[in-house]
Nanobody, 124 residues
Framework: QVQLVESGGGSVEPGGSLRLSCAAS????????MGWFRQGPEKKREVVAT????????AYADSVKGRFKISLDSADNTLYLRMTSLKPEDSAMYYC??????????????????WGQGTQVTVS
C-alpha cells in the first residue's frame, strides 16, 4: 500500500526557514521519482522540486532555485524539502508525491500517481 505523510509545515516570517518531511511507505519509496509540489489559494498546483532515488538529478522550479533543497534519507524512507529565505509567495499547501517514470521522461513533471495529504506553509 502506498502511503505518503507530510509534516513540518507552519507559519514563518519572510526570510525564515522550514524543513518539510515526507514519510513514505516501502511501495512509495520504490517508485522511480519523488517530488514536492504546492498549491496556493486559487492557484494551479505547481512542481517545486523532484528527485530520483539515487539523488543524482534533483530538479527545481525557477522560483525556488537557490532557496530550497530536496533530499532523501534512504535509511528511513523519508523525503525532505529544506526551504530557506521564504517569501510570502511561497505560502501554499505542500504535497509530496511518488511516481514511476522512465529515464527519458524524467522526474520533473506533474503527473505523479501517489500523493500525500499535504502540509500548510504560511509566510507572513
Amino acid at each position: 500500500q502506498v502511503q505518503l505523510v507530510e509534516s513540518g509545515g507552519g507559519s514563518v516570517e519572510p526570510g525564515g526557514s522550514l524543513r518539510l518531511s515526507c514519510a513514505a511507505s516501502t511501495d512509495a519509496w520504490s517508485r522511480s521519482c519523488m517530488g514536492w509540489f504546492r498549491q496556493g489559494p486559487e492557484k494551479k498546483r505547481e512542481v517545486v522540486a523532484t528527485i530520483d532515488p539515487g539523488a543524482r538529478f534533483p530538479a527545481y522550479a525557477d522560483s525556488v532555485k537557490g532557496r530550497f533543497k530536496i533530499s532523501l534519507d534512504s535509511a528511513d524512507n523519508t523525503l525532505y524539502l529544506r526551504m530557506t529565505s521564504l517569501k510570502p509567495e511561497d505560502s501554499a499547501m505542500y504535497y509530496c508525491a511518488s511516481g514511476e517514470f522512465s529515464v527519458s521522461e524524467g522526474c520533473f513533471r506533474d503527473t505523479y500517481s501517489d500523493w500525500g495529504q499535504g502540509t500548510q506553509v504560511t509566510v507572513s
